[in-house]
């Protein structure tokens, strides 16, 4: 170095102070840091908040009013119209419907046809069961069974749950499941792109290492995602206790609580996944490509569920692929068609695979963050060194 | 001091940067000079960590650089990067904790570079509410605001005007005085020569010269003199130098020493009167354009 140099900067080199260094963040504590912002940003956004509300007003409705819905379609009680020895005959079993009593067939069918009444029951000898039903347009289904003779069926099961609460109940995981994923993925996705498309991922980087920071964006999407959950399963049981004796709350404890564990592993899982396809891409234009895979992984459950919420077979193999496994374990404690330790050997796969994909998914991220430009290849992500 | 050496980085097939070695001292402004795609920023991206050498290490005063170190630094990327839907106080905040600075500190210290570089508008505003120059103030508060230890800065100036560019180097220059080695990158030569104390000077991945201002300038004088009479200086071409370049009054010659250039000028003072006399002085520009060619 040159004399004049010395002269020139107003601080030399060969006496300069040495500036002081400041402790590094420790992994979990920047891991803390950045899932800090995560929830601050997308939890506490209006829009977050909003649909939160909405999603949770709908569930809490659909749970007090299901029950009453039935009630609703059909308009209220039938009006009946009865001719001569059909009376006692309707009057035994009529709940609730307002009786009319006609004097003869003529008059029965006019009062159908004026709609006048619901349904006329008039004398028919040449019927088996001695009467003759008139209907305007539709077969009228619960009378017909009301005046039909039928065996007695004793149910030797009094535990299980009817086809169309459980298939209620399926749709119900399916959905919580589907939508949570999809919607705190993309969440985490969406996040990763930003920072990668406004390049602030360069400065984070010069600062924390990749994985605390991968770590930190699954830390505080999951946990916002749990809290929602939380907030839903909140609401089905206040749902349940304000309908609760039309609904079978105690059935539900069990299959909810292993929702909510399988849940939160499976969200890790998922997370990270759109956390890796979201760093081989540099636009958010882009972003639909690489997450298509994840979505049909997240969707295939939902459908499997619905048409599969009455086959043991296909939930139990169900409840041991990872994907699926949120779902189908939940179902099977619910219906009581497992062994003990099966949930607990469902969860113990769901743990291995996640962990495989979040070793995979940090590999892909910090192979892919720096890249920019065309989207990067799965393949060449996973094998070659930023 | 941090010390870049033998530095070999390939992309592909591409290889990048061939050999690069300089020192960035403490205390002073280094500027990297070199054309687009001659390797600055993968340099610069190299000496903060965030992209490994195939081959080379960067040291801190003789030793590799430490993770502690490394996160002491302050960096400014080339494409500028910050949350645009989020406060600039706050995401001024967010790194510096990352950083290892506490809130209230980071908070405090925010509040004081956002004034000092003269950030029109509210700190609370969101990143993109701002003009595009108030949004490089905010970028370049990014860079400072935990104290950096050292400075890596990918064109600070462009998109700045004359008064905004003067308060940021006022800015550096106090970092600097700290002690901290400043390393910034940028086209515009005449800032550069105006700026720095150090010059880098990079092309096709090769450090091409590496000094101080003075000693490229000095080595860019090739021994090269220039002087006006007003009388003809034609004899000049059998006074034993080379002549370059000769028009009535004007000669720039060639002399291989000081001595045999007084000769000339003495020679000129017999025949008339001298107006000016001296040794090329080439700028910046011309030096740029030769070692890079």
């Given amino acids: 170095m040159s004399q004049q140099t010395m002269t020139q900067s107003p601080v030399g080199s060969g006496g300069a102070p040495k500036p002081e260094l400041t402790p590094r963040p420790s992994f979990w504590n920047a891991v803390g840091i950045v899932a800090k912002r995560e929830i601050i940003t997308r939890s506490l956004s209006k829009s977050f ?84 039903l008139y209907s305007l347009d539709d077969i009228p289904t619960d ?150 895979p994840i979505m049909w992984l997240v969707m295939l459950p939902y459908f499997a569920i619905i048409f599969a919420f009455n086959n043991p077979l296909a939930l139990q193999v169900m409840s041991y692929i990872p994907f699926s496994a949120p779902v189908a374990v939940p179902m099977r404690v619910f219906t009581g068609q497992h062994e003990v330790w099966e949930p607990f050997l469902s969860l113990g796969i769901l743990l291995a695979t996640t962990g495989a994909i979040i070793w995979l998914a940090a590999r892909i991220y910090e192979n892919a963050l720096l890249r920019t430009g065309k989207p990067v290849k799965w393949k060449d992500a996973i094998k070659s060194e930023a | 001091m941090i010390s870049v050496r033998n530095i070999h980085r390939s992309f592909g097939d591409k290889h990048v940067l061939k050999d690069v070695s300089f020192d960035i001292k403490p205390g002073l402004m280094t500027g990297f000079v070199g054309g687009n795609g001659a390797g600055k920023t993968t340099t610069m991206r190299i000496v903060l960590g965030v992209l490994g050498a195939n081959n080379g290490e960067v040291l801190v005063d003789g030793a590799p650089m430490t993770d502690t170190y490394r996160a002491n630094m302050g960096y400014m990327p080339e494409e500028r990067g910050l949350y645009p839907k989020m406060k600039v106080i706050d995401q001024l905040v967010y790194l510096a ?39 490089q103030r905010a970028q370049i508060a990014a860079a400072l605001i935990h104290r950096p230890a050292a400075l890596i800065l990918d064109e600070p100036f462009s998109g700045l005007d004359p008064s905004a560019v003067d308060a940021t180097v006022a800015v550096l220059r106090e ?36 000094g101080t201002r003075d000693e490229l300038l000095a080595a860019g004088a090739t021994g090269e003199w220039e002087l006006v009479s007003a009388a003809d200086t034609g004899w000049v071409r059998e006074a034993g130098v080379s002549v370059k370049e000769f028009d009535g009054g004007y000669v720039r010659f060639l002399a291989p020493t000081e001595q045999q250039a007084n000769e000339v000028l003495t020679g000129a003072l017999a025949r008339g009167t001298v107006k000016s006399f001296g040794p090329v002085q080439r700028s910046l520009h011309e030096i740029y354009k030769e070692v890079t060619q």
């Fill in chain 1, 49 to 132: 908040i909003i649909s939160t509300i909405v999603t949770l007003a709908i569930i809490l409705a659909v749970m007090v009013l299901m029950p009453r819905i039935g009630d609703w379609m059909s308009g209220g009680p039938d009006t009946v119209a009865v001719v001569g020895e059909a009376e006692p005959v309707v009057a035994g079993i009529a709940d609730g419907a307002e009786i009319q009593v006609l004097a003869d067939d003529a008059a029965a069918r006019q009062a159908v046809i004026d709609e006048t009444v619901d349904v006329a029951v008039v004398p028919d000898d040449a019927s088996p069961v001695g009467v003759k």
């Fill in chain 1, 143 to 292: 009378w017909l069974q009301m005046l039909s003779v039928s065996p007695t069926v004793e149910l030797l099961d009094t535990d299980a749950a009817n086809p169309g609460v459980l298939y209620l109940i399926a749709l119900g995981f399916g959905i919580v499941w589907m939508m949570a994923a999809i919607t705190f993925g993309m969440s985490i996705a969406t996040s990763v792109v930003e920072e990668k498309q406004t390049r602030i991922v360069e400065i984070l980087l010069a600062t924390v290492s990749a994985r605390s920071l991968l770590t930190g964006k699954i830390v505080g999407n999951s946990a916002a995602a749990l809290v929602q959950i939380l907030l839903i399963v909140g609401t089905i049981f206040l749902g349940l206790a304000i309908n609760g004796d039309q609904l079978p709350t105690m059935n539900l404890t069990m299959p909810i609580i292993w929702f909510v564990v399988l849940f939160l592993v499976g969200f890790v899982m998922i997370a990270s996944m759109y956390a890796a396809a979201a760093a081989l891409v540099s636009r958010q234009e882009d972003l639909a490509n690489v997450q298509q």
């Fill in chain 2, 97 to 135: 904790q990352l950083h290892g600075m506490s809130a209230a500190d980071a908070k405090h210290r925010g509040l004081e570079i956002l004034d000092r570089l003269g950030l029109v508008g509210k700190p609370t505003d969101t990143l993109e509410s701002l003009s595009l120059g108030n949004q």
């Fill in chain 2, 175 to 210: 970092v600097a005085a700290t002690g901290a080695p400043v390393l910034f990158s940028s086209h515009q030569l005449d800032l550069v020569e105006r700026l720095c104390d150090e010059l880098v000077i990079i092309a096709d991945g090769r450090i091409r010269a590496n």
